[in-house]
């Protein structure tokens, strides 16, 4: 059955790094999607990046570009968002969500209707 295996993510201080992984397991074809969301507390979920197999398309929030990159191990089904220069806003619960679509936007009209497989999420703190 597919389905998302995440680690990384603790605690840091401001201007410090994380980096996560995501693989992705029980996928029956080459072209697939990873999406990468978070959920401040308080706040609603939002879409920070995403990036297809074939590492043609990668899309960032606009308060993260320039500060977190995603890459992809295709041999991996794998995908490492890297966190740099964080902020205490960046703080939240974060989760990967894949899909066997070739779109990023794709993935997003799936997550919005519910879809989507889902990580278990894990939990970044940016604090002093």
């Known amino acids: 059955q597919l389905h998302i295996v995440e680690s990384g993510g603790g605690l840091v201080e401001p201007g410090g790094s994380l980096r996560l992984s995501c693989t992705a397991f029980g996928l029956t074809s080459d072209t697939y999607v990873i999406g990468w969301f978070r959920r401040a507390p308080g706040k609603e979920r939002e879409g920070v990046s995403c990036?297809?197999?074939?590492?043609?398309?990668?899309t960032y929030l606009a308060s993260v570009k320039g500060r977190f990159t995603i890459s992809i191990d295709v041999a991996k089904n794998s995908v490492f968002p890297q966190m740099n220069s964080l902020k205490s806003e960046d703080t939240g619960d974060y989760y990967c969500?894949?899909?066997?679509?070739?779109?990023?936007?794709?993935?997003?009209?799936?997550?919005?209707?519910?879809?989507?497989?889902w990580g278990q999420g894990t939990q970044v703190t940016v604090s002093s």
């Open positions: 990036i297809t197999s074939g590492a043609t398309t990668t």
């Open positions: 969500v894949t899909s066997q679509v070739s779109l990023c936007s794709t993935l997003l009209r799936v997550v919005n209707v519910g879809g989507g497989y």
